[in-house]
């Protein structure tokens, strides 16, 4: 198994321009999510989705959107790249939601994002 | 509203000695709480988890944590420090089904 995976590993963008993450988990895992981190901030919750065809917001969603139209992916777009978007991002998968199963997440490597 | 507070952005010990990284909760109930370490450029690693059974959790490379009611607190520790231990740190709570709040995160070091 390769896990979670994400791509690219390193972003430049300048303000305005639109990109997508790219996720992708071969765990048949329900949950995903995306986080990102900021120095003395920890990890911050975008967006989740408990399974296909469902997102929801987490605690810092403004900026991006998401869909899940399969187990296996879960992109995460940014429309109009602000430099308060430069961050580390983390994908994560887990097993259902409403489950203890939910609590050991599985997190990608993460991908570099800086918005000049 | 639950949350978790770590109380040191860093910890530097030697080799070989104790580590303790603190961490307190906020929750109306008794919470699920967990520890999460990310080493250099790396993802997040689960450590280990508290789900209101035994108190003192045992983790992953030696670590454990005690859940302490009475002073609302899951504070991490390791008897002996190794230096591949270096890394940074998450108490991490689960808010509700779905979510998990972190903390800011405890860079560990660990000089020779």
């Known amino acids: 198994n390769a896990g979670v995976t994400q791509t690219p590993k390193f972003q430049v963008l300048k303000t305005g321009q639109s990109m997508t993450l790219q996720c992708a988990q071969d765990m048949n895992h329900e949950y995903m999510s995306w986080y990102r981190q900021d120095p003395g901030m920890g990890l911050r919750l975008i967006h989740y989705?408990?399974?296909?065809?469902?997102?929801d917001q987490g605690e810092v969603p403004n900026g991006y959107n998401v869909s899940r139209s399969t187990t296996e992916d879960f992109p995460l777009r940014l429309l109009s790249a602000a430099p308060s978007q430069t961050s580390v991002y983390f994908c994560?998968?887990?097993?259902?939601?409403?489950?203890?199963?939910?609590?050991?997440?599985?997190f990608g490597p993460g991908t570099r994002l800086t918005v000049l | 509203a639950q949350s978790v507070t770590q109380l040191d952005s860093h910890v530097s010990v030697s080799e070989g000695t104790p580590v303790l990284l603190r961490c307190n909760y906020s929750?109306?109930?008794?919470?699920?709480l967990f520890w999460y370490v990310q080493h250099p450029n790396k993802g997040l690693q689960l450590l280990l988890k508290?789900?209101?059974?035994?108190?003192l959790v045992k983790g992953i490379n030696g670590f454990e944590a005690e859940f302490k009611k009475s002073e609302t607190s899951f504070h991490l520790t390791k008897p002996s420090a190794h230096m591949s231990d270096a890394a940074e740190y998450f108490c991490v709570v689960r808010v509700n089904t779905d979510k998990l709040i972190f903390g800011t995160g405890t860079r560990l070091q660990v000089f020779p």
């Open positions: 508290y789900t209101s059974a035994a108190t």
């Open positions: 994560a998968s887990s097993h259902p939601a409403g489950t203890e199963l939910t609590d050991t997440q599985y």
């Open positions: 989705s408990v399974g296909a065809g469902i997102t």
């Open positions: 929750s109306s109930y008794s919470p699920s």
